[in-house]
C-alpha cells in the first residue's frame, strides 16, 4: 500500500512540475484605466488559457518613470508595454528598448497605425473632442468656440505634464494652420484652466463647475450613458487621436507570451473586445461602439511621431509658459 502511495504521489507531483514547466508568464505595464485593465487581461487570458498574466497600472508618465528606474537599475520587470500613445513609444524605440516583431494581424491595419519596423502597434483610437454641460448657454461645435467670451472662464483642460494624451493634443493642434500656440494663448487670455488629467476635466464639466473642457471621447460617452448631463462633441476642424499601442520590451523575460498578447490585441476578436468598452477600434472592418458616430464623419488630424518626441520638450515648456506648471 505504502509502495503504491508513493508511486501516486511521485505521479502527481511530476504532473505539476510538468504543469509548471510549461506555464507561461507575462508581466504587462498599462495605462489602461484599472476596469478596462482587467477586462483586457481577461479576455486574453480566455483566449490564452495556458497564460498567466502579473499587470500594474498607472499613467503613462508615472508608469515610464517607474519603467525607467527600472531600465537603470538593470532589472526591468515588464515584457509588455500598452500605453497611450505612440510618440512615448518612439521614444523608447528609438533609445533601442523595444523588440521588432512583425504580427500577421497587422495586415488588417493601415500602415500609419504600426511601426514599420514591428516596435509598437496601435490598439484602438482615442480621440481628444469638446465634451459640454447640457446646461452651457451655448453648443460647441469647433474648437474656436472655446475661446470666444460666452464662453471665458468657464474652460477646462488637462495638463500635458499630467496627461501623455493631452501633450499629444496639444501638440496636434498646435501644428495645425489657424489653431496654433496662438489659439492656446487665446484660451489662457479667456480664462480657459489647464491641471491634472482627464479624469478631473470629466468631473469638473459634469457637476456643472466648468460648461466645457477638452476630454478623450470613451469618458464624456460611458458618462453621459450613466446619465451624466454632458454632450460630446467631434469638432469640426478635427480631432486628435492617440492609439493606445502596445510594444515588448527587449529586455522581455517572456517573448512568446507577449508575442501573443500583442496578436491578441489586435485580431479581430482583440479588437471586439475594445469595442465592448467603448473605444474606436483601430482595426479594418470592426464597427464602432454605440454613441459614436460614423467612423468617415470624424476628422483626425494627422501628427508625426517622432517629431513630436524632438519637440516634446520644447512643446511642455511653451504649454507652461502660457498655462503655468500644473
Request: a negative charge; aromatic letters at 8%; hydrophobic letters at 45%.
Amino acid at each position: 500500500m505504502k509502495s503504491f502511495v508513493s508511486v501516486v504521489a511521485g505521479a502527481l507531483v511530476a504532473s505539476l512540475l510538468s504543469t509548471a514547466a510549461f506555464a507561461e508568464n507575462l508581466v504587462l505595464y498599462t495605462s489602461q484605466p484599472n476596469e478596462d485593465a482587467q477586462a483586457t487581461v481577461d479576455a486574453f487570458k480566455a483566449a490564452n488559457p495556458g497564460v498567466e498574466v502579473e499587470w500594474v497600472r498607472e499613467g503613462t508618465t508615472k508608469l515610464m518613470a517607474k519603467l525607467m528606474a527600472e531600465i537603470e537599475a538593470g532589472n526591468p520587470v515588464a515584457d509588455v508595454l500598452l500605453i497611450a500613445d505612440t510618440v512615448t513609444m518612439q521614444r523608447l524605440k528609438e533609445a533601442g528598448q523595444l523588440l521588432a516583431y512583425k504580427s500577421p494581424e497587422a495586415a488588417n491595419y493601415d500602415a500609419s497605425l504600426y511601426d514599420a519596423d514591428g516596435a509598437y502597434y496601435s490598439t484602438k483610437m482615442i480621440t481628444t473632442g469638446i465634451i459640454y454641460n447640457t446646461s452651457a448657454s451655448t453648443k460647441p461645435e469647433g474648437w474656436q468656440d472655446l475661446a470666444k467670451a460666452d464662453a471665458k472662464g468657464l474652460v477646462t483642460m488637462p495638463s500635458p505634464l499630467t496627461s501623455g494624451a493631452a501633450l499629444i493634443h496639444a501638440q496636434t493642434l498646435a501644428g495645425i494652420d489657424g489653431l496654433g500656440w496662438d489659439y492656446y494663448k487665446a484660451l489662457a487670455e479667456n480664462g480657459a484652466t489647464a491641471a491634472g488629467g482627464n479624469g478631473g476635466v470629466l468631473k469638473a464639466v459634469a457637476t456643472g463647475e466648468k460648461a466645457y473642457g477638452m476630454i478623450v471621447d470613451f469618458m464624456a460617452i460611458r458618462e453621459k450613458v450613466k446619465g451624466a448631463p454632458v454632450e460630446f462633441v467631434f469638432p469640426a476642424e478635427g480631432v486628435s487621436a492617440v492609439t493606445e499601442p502596445v510594444g515588448i520590451l527587449k529586455t522581455a523575460k517572456n517573448a512568446d507570451a507577449a508575442k501573443k498578447f500583442v496578436d491578441f490585441l489586435i485580431s479581430e476578436e482583440g479588437q471586439e473586445t475594445a469595442v465592448k468598452m467603448g473605444y474606436i477600434p483601430a482595426r479594418n472592418g470592426v464597427a464602432l461602439p454605440e454613441g459614436y458616430p460614423a467612423r468617415e464623419t470624424i476628422k483626425v488630424l494627422p501628427i508625426n511621431a517622432a517629431v513630436a518626441v524632438k519637440n516634446s520638450d520644447a512643446d511642455l515648456k511653451t504649454f507652461s509658459g502660457i498655462f503655468g506648471t500644473n
